[in-house]
């Protein structure tokens, strides 16, 4: 794996300066599929959630019913950042919130049907926009861009 200091120089030329305009360019390209799939949850559920919302929202699907302090563990949050993104999801009716019988403290999150259901939809989504803009790739530039993007993806920044 090749690896760059603060600012290796090839040709004359500062190396991060390119990274940080790609990293630039990959940003931009992302938010723009991401308010692509917005748009369409907009027009079908009348919401827009955000990255770290349906993350939470995933969490809470796959560890039903889940402790709040678990999840904001989990996350590397505290409890209050957790608790106001808690708040908006059970507002907008996707997930609800009991308390611990036994001590009040102890407060337990769940997805709602309409939360399984904005879930389903998102995934299905972004499904069907990635596949509309993968298609445009030939087979070959597809595969290579597959190949790098799990590169990237299996680097560890711990």
């Not at 799939?37 to 919401?47: A, C, E, R, V, W």
Request: aromatic share 6%.
């Amino acid at each position: 794996m090749v690896g760059f200091d603060h600012c290796d120089v090839i040709r004359g030329k500062c190396v991060l300066d390119d990274l940080n305009k790609y990293a630039f360019r990959i940003r931009t390209a992302m938010n723009k599929i991401q308010r692509e799939i917005n748009i369409k949850m907009q027009s079908q559920f009348g919401l827009e959630l955000t990255r770290p919302q349906l993350y939470v929202l995933k969490l809470i699907s796959d560890e039903e019913p889940c402790k709040m302090t678990d999840l904001a563990k989990g996350l590397g949050v505290n409890a209050s950042t957790i608790s106001t993104m808690i708040n908006r999801l059970v507002q907008d009716g996707l997930i609800s919130r009991e308390y611990g019988s036994s001590d009040r403290r102890n407060v337990f999150v769940s997805i709602t049907q309409r939360g399984n259901d904005v879930l389903k939809q998102h995934l299905q989504n972004y499904s069907e926009v990635l596949q509309q803009y993968l298609s445009h790739l030939e087979p070959k530039e597809l595969e290579t861009f597959v190949r790098n993007f799990e590169k990237i993806a299996s680097i560890s920044s711990c």
